[in-house]
């Protein structure tokens, strides 16, 4: 008995407009591929910039892969530092003219793909500088900005 091939169409696949940071498997859906090649084409550059969220660098990797560099026209791609900015919801200029200005935590979550356990235990560690007024965290984002730039990955 000989299992058929399953159909294969191409199916829409919008991102929200508030994802800015990829994980590795949706970086795989999207490009039809391994997670090896993902982080080969980190290494390469090719998906630009990318960064290791992991609550501890040294032991693991948890890439978070900028959703511009899925752009089919390299062209169109924006410098690194637009897109740190764009990461933590602002501009380049407005970063630097309010580096004090916060972002709510559950922000970060949803734009980076990450759990809220992680993103309390980045505070709790001081890889964020966080307040917590009530139930919510709220996250410097020249905080987060730094973050991401410490955590930058491949060729960039």
């Known amino acids: ?3 058929a091939a399953p159909i294969q169409r191409a199916l829409r696949f919008d991102i929200a407009s508030n994802v800015t940071l990829l994980d590795v ?5 999207a490009r039809g591929c391994d997670a090896e090649t993902v982080f080969a084409l980190v ?3 090719e998906l630009a910039p990318a960064f290791n969220l992991a609550l501890e660098p040294g032991s693991r990797r948890e890439l ?8 089919a026209d390299a062209q169109k791609r924006i410098p690194a530092e637009a897109a740190i900015a764009a990461a933590v919801f602002t501009t380049p200029e407005q970063l630097k003219a309010q580096p004090e200005h916060r972002v709510r935590a559950v922000q970060l979550e949803i734009g980076w793909c990450i759990s809220a356990s992680t993103t309390h235990r980045l505070c709790e560690q001081r890889e964020l500088k966080a307040i917590k007024v009530g139930h919510t965290w709220w996250v410097q984002r020249q905080s987060a900005a730094n973050f991401l730039r410490r955590r930058m990955e491949g060729a960039n």
């Open 25 to 29: 498997d949706t970086v795989r859906a």
């Open 1 to 3: 008995m000989s299992l």
């Open 43 to 45: 290494e390469e550059g």
């Open 64 to 71: 978070r892969i900028w959703r511009g560099s899925l752009e």
